[in-house]
């Protein structure tokens, strides 16, 4: 993606791998090759790191110890040994570890990241942290003798209906799309029901050795308090035990004790048919419906709880209103049980059918068998007439042959005539395509290691005819690092390749089945075509792919403008003035056309949605002439001051005559000294170094990264002093502008800030690196060849990934 004044150029690839010290707890598992936390933006930790960042112990249970981790109040670790665990208890601790980072709601307590240190014989569990549990509610409220107000017993019972739906839901599934099991928790009571510093939010945890919910459980487990008869009984667990249990919790919040249901009996002589709880001590009537409910012996007849949920979400949260809801319940309740009796009369005729239809399948199998046998005959003598249809066209090929039919062993045996066309025009690939036969496709055009396919290939050069044939093969695929032109795609589409190669027609066949889709940095083809100006393209696409945003929140609209494409950015205003916010003044600024801008001045005054004006939009493009003329119009709107008008035309005495203006900036968070030293005015910086010299902007940029980004040498000099070694926002400092930007001038004066990563832990010598940037690579190789990323590659790595010899060469040295 070309690199602008206004946009941080994406990340190279980087592969998704935790480092080399860390064993992932199950081999191969897709979650643990990319941890939650990274997800979520949060940091990695490494076993070293965990342990230098170990704080105070928050709590102990039976299974571990939890701390506090220092740097990290949201979080806290888990420490599980594991001397002493057999294989078997071992494989099942590191399975239920494994599916507890998939889930995801905000009921349940998230397991970020999994570490197992084999030297230490132990399992840390990085998680979120929370500061009490239910159980110290419940003891602070008895001791106090004060109850518990009914609107926070039905909030929490709401939070806890909610996470059990979501843990017995068998169709859930995590973020990539793949199924997640149905769970019991089995150990559901008031010290496993984790609470936030202000009570307001619980969350459950200590799940035990959690079962499929489609099957029972056939180990005790559980406070016996709060264990469901069926579980007291006779072992057994379903979903229904933790509504249970959740009821119990609802009786000891309501009441300030636990229910005593057993008093000093067994079990199996109080859990018996005609049984009901005692709940007279239940003073709230809508509770009371509510356990009513729970506290039933057949667990069939519990709610579930999704019902649960929504009975505790119903508007008025009365006992009428629960009476109601129950009522009425009950009745569909009835319905449906006579619709199920009806359904099993039906269900038995049937089967008395399935008999006899069996019988008479069985009779015909033989048939069949013989009807298969005739067909795969068939087939192989269809395989060679079809060998001998093209005999008769000379201009047909042994391998174009074996392309038709699909014969890999023939092909093979012929791949030097793979580039010879038939009287038709057609290669052996097309023929390949055409049939059907991928395996034939990727013989004679394999995909290569970077992901390119037949396909993209055939796109880029505009190879219609083939982009065609092979679409249904290999339609939506994306390459990995793929330089195109003068730019770097990464997870490109072959949509993208030919947008950027201007192949209009090809664009038009793969729009239908690849427009929509993003690279890394969120471009999309419609972007691609537009940066290279190619309207007939943008015109094609626009209908796709206008309004999307790329990572930086810049649609296809204002590459257009950037770029100076005029036919393109007035295509594009028809479909996203609304999305950017832009008037066509601002557009015309962007683009630089003074002409249209003098057509459209009554917009004049107006800001976009990122809150910027036609004069900001036209200095960020470096479009002088607009900026002149815009000056008398939209300079106190845009908040520059006489000081940075001067400073930004290089009239170094007009500047001496503002300087009372010094340090004011303008809407965009900029100073008078950034923009000289952004439009190069060496005389200007100088004056206005020692005034302004160590401010950021909005985004955090000073006036030395905008030196080095646009190259200017002399400038760089004079900032050197003050401003070496900041960084902006993303971590970015003036030398990974200057290595990106490949000003190797610069390169070499900015050396000292070598060592520096960004936020996404990359060096300015990765950056040069992976962008092909040799020159800035060998001044660089010295003081950052030996940095690896957080994911355990180097500079070297991303060299190798581009295949830049060169530079792999300097940094082997």
Known sequence: VPLQPEARPASPPIPRSIGQSVKCMIDKDPHTLDPPLKRLGAPVFDPGELCEREGGVLGRGAFGVVRSIEGYPGLAVKEIRLDGLGASALQSLRFELATLTTFSHPGILRYHQIIEDEVEEAVHVVMDRYYGDLKECIADHTRNHKSIPKESILSIARQLGDALAYLHDPTKVDSCGRSLPAIVHRNLKPANVLTNEDGNKVALANFGLCKDALLSGATLAGTKAYMAPEALLYNSTSPASDIWSLGVIIYELATLKRPNFLGDKEPRHVFVGGWRPDLSAVEDDSMRIILERIFVLDPAKRPTARDLSEMLHAPNSSSGEYGSHITTSEATLDNANARIAALENERSVMLAEIHVLKKELEMKSAKIDALEQQLAAA?????????????????????????????????????????????????????????????????????????????????????????????????????????????????????????????????????????????????????????????????LLAEKEARMKDEDGHTALVHAARAGHREAAELLMEHEKDVTGWTMLMCAAALGDTDMVSQHLDERGQTDKQGRTALILAAQNGRDEVVKFLMKHESGVSGWTSLICTAYLGDVDAVRDNLHEKGCKDIDGKTALMWAARQGHTEVVRLLGEHEGGVQDSNGMTALMWAAHNGHTECVKLLLEKEVGMQNKDGWSALMWAAVRRHEQIVELLKEEGGMKDKGGVTALMFAAVLGHTECARILAEREKEITHASGITALDFAKLISNNEIVSILSG
Request: charged residues 25%; proline residues 2%.
């Open 379 to 539: 087939i192989k003598n269809l395989a060679k007439l079809s060998c001998l249809i093209p005999i008769k066209d000379s201009s047909w090929t042994p391998l174009m042959r074996a392309a038709f039919i699909g014969d890999l062993e023939a092909a093979t045996n012929h791949l030097s005539d793979k580039d010879k066309k038939n009287s038709d025009g057609d290669t052996a690939l097309m023929i390949a395509a055409k049939a059907g036969h991928a395996d034939i496709v990727e013989l004679l055009d394999p995909t290569d290691k970077n992901g390119v396919t037949a396909l993209m290939r055939a796109a880029e050069r505009g190879d219609l005819e083939t982009v065609k044939a092979l679409i249904p093969l290999q339609k939506r695929k994306t390459a990995g690092c793929v330089k195109i032109n003068r730019w770097f795609i990464v997870h490109g589409t072959a949509l993208m390749m030919a947008a950027t190669r201007g192949y209009a027609e090809v664009v038009r066949l793969l729009v239908e089945h690849e427009g929509g889709m993003k690279d890394n940095a969120g471009w999309t083809a419609l972007m691609f075509a537009t940066k290279s100006g190619y309207a007939d393209c943008v015109e």
